[in-house]
């Protein structure tokens, strides 16, 4: 399926946008760098922020890197990466030198755009830990503690002879955003300008974009942030941002500007949820709430029930946002046990392990906002299967009436409150640990984050590992906190097939049933 609307790039659909919906406001909430602008003001900055990186070299298909939070300067530097034709990889904020390291070498970023400091981070230390960057040219930072070499953020909007903007085709790389995977090292995807548009193209139909007014809770280094705040850009639907979640905050942002609309992972909602009965919050503007990007307890959506929040699931990736999703109107057991139906445009198959087709298997997609294929093209080959269908890794199926039900994961990675964490990586590190023979790390279900890190080790001869040791170690190997072992078994030995494999469908079996017995 194609729209009319996708035909183009995304620079000229931002222009149009900003021309037509000027007026619609962006806030930005946040104690470092709030502000109230408009899209107007978005896209004047984003023409002289274009100027400037043509000044500086940056042509089509250059990568320009933009590592900061949800602030107003990102959507700034979006619509001047694309209006001069580069291409914007969004970075997730907290990642540090190992995962900045790759992910700047193998995008090839030429410019990258990052805060002077923000949570205890040091950007200009983090890039210098990186090492030799072969690529990178230029270093912006936004605040006054600018490393010798750096460019100040007011010399990229500061007053310039524009620039015409740069054509480019529709199906170019206009995105690349990188997200971990079943591999130690994150994967980086691509979407061109068709790709983007069409999935918006695709919400519009299902409900009015243009007057929502909604709360993005979601770092813009993810694809969910990044495609809340393009989303804006295009419809001009009122926006509230967050660059530090605060759950009280948020519901008196809710309050304050009779937000309509949110999406969220279990761990965002379920703490909204606290801080509403703790503080008698008013929540009842909100008509449309999306969760998702974690499993999803039953209960959570019980309890959004009893407050008239007709909250629903949703299912996507980076590879493909939104694969199906429900609707606020969906009979309460779709809510409670589906991720809704598929999206308008989304082709869905089942394979066995056989790879055929079955009721039920690992799923495949295709359809018009699906990526166009990694940074790395040697990971495509094992991704996709004749005729341009996409493995997901996860395994599911329809029921009777057509809704999707996610029932295992062949990918073997933790979704921790929308963050993915390779399993892999923190087994290569857990292996190094000198109390660990043995590794083996699963997601463990958690009510608040989703999922969290599980590690079953099997102890080194006189070694007695911990929860706590294997906190310590992570914390000296300069890990990001989010992918450090929440959670520890000791075990004797793993459940294995005939070949030594560890069976870790049979972990992750083993503590879903002593969460059950447990609650």
């Known amino acids: 399926m194609k729209f009319p ?14 021309r037509d919906r000027g007026e619609a406001r962006v806030v930005v909430s946040s104690s470092v760098r709030p502000v109230d602008l408009t899209l107007a003001d978005i896209a004047a900055q984003g023409e002289l922020f274009a100027a400037h990186l043509v000044r500086l070299g940056i042509g089509p298909g250059d990568v320009v890197a933009v590592q900061l939070p949800a602030w107003s300067e990102w959507m700034i530097a979006c619509a001047g990466i694309a209006r001069a034709g580069a291409i914007l990889l969004p970075i997730v904020s907290i990642y540090g030198a190992k995962e900045m390291s790759f992910i700047l070498r193998q995008s090839g970023a030429r410019l990258i755009v990052t805060p002077d400091r923000w949570r205890n981070a040091d950007y200009g230390a983090v890039l210098a830990e990186c090492g030799d960057l072969p690529d990178l040219r230029h270093h912006v930072v936004v605040g006054p503690l600018r490393p010798e070499g750096a460019i100040g953020w007011d010399k990229m909007v500061a007053s310039a002879e524009p620039v015409p903007a740069i054509v480019r085709a529709p199906d170019d790389v206009a995105l690349l955003v990188y997200t971990s995977g079943t591999t130690s090292d994150p994967k980086g995807v691509q979407h061109s300008s068709r790709t983007i548009l069409s999935e918006f193209a695709i919400q519009s139909r299902l409900r009015d974009l243009d007057h929502d007014r909604t709360l993005s809770p979601w770092p813009p280094g993810h694809v969910a942030g990044a495609y809340a705040m393009i989303r804006t850009m295009l419809y001009g639907g009122p926006l509230v941002l967050m660059d530090l979640w605060d759950p009280a905050e948020a519901g008196r942002l809710i309050e304050a500007h009779g937000l309509t609309s949110c999406s969220f992972t279990p761990f965002h909602l379920s703490g909204l949820l606290d801080a509403a009965d703790r503080e008698g919050l008013d929540l009842s503007t909100l008509t449309n709430v999306m969760v998702g990007a974690a499993p999803v307890s039953p209960t959570l959506i019980e309890r959004c029930s009893a407050k008239g929040l007709r909250t629903y699931r949703c299912y996507g990736s980076s590879e493909m946002p939104t694969v199906s999703t429900g609707f606020p109107d969906d009979p309460i057991d779709k809510r409670l ?18 790879g055929e ?18 940074r790395d093209p040697a990971l495509n080959e094992k991704a ?18 057509g809704y999707l039900q996610i029932t295992d994961r062949k990918k073997d990675i933790i979704i921790r409150g929308g963050e993915n964490i390779s399993s892999r990586e923190v087994e290569d590190l857990l292996f190094q640990h000198p109390d660990v023979a043995e590794a083996a790390v699963v997601a463990a279900p958690d009510e608040r984050m989703g999922e969290v890190v599980c590690a079953f080790l099997i102890p080194a001869p006189g070694g007695q590992p911990s929860l706590e040791n294997v906190r310590d170690y992570f914390f000296a190997a300069g890990i990001a906190r989010q992918k450090t072992p929440e959670r520890v078994e000791i075990v004797a030995d793993f459940p294995r097939n005939s070949t030594g494999k560890v069976l870790k469908h049979e972990l992750r079996a083993r503590l879903r049933g002593a969460t059950t017995k447990g609650t």
């Not at 996708?6 to 931002?14: K, V």
């Open 337 to 354: 046990t589906t991720e809704g139906k598929p999206m308008l445009g989304a082709e869905i198959r089942f394979i066995d392990e056989d």
């Open 5 to 18: 609307e996708a035909d183009r790039n995304l620079a000229d659909a931002l222009a149009d946008a900003a």
């Open 357 to 374: 087709d079955a009721e039920e298997g690992e799923i495949a997609l295709r359809g018009p906002d699906l990526f166009i294929g990694y």
């Open 384 to 401: 996709f299967l004749p005729g341009g269908w996409f493995l997901t890794g996860d395994v599911g199926r329809l029921d009777a009436d």
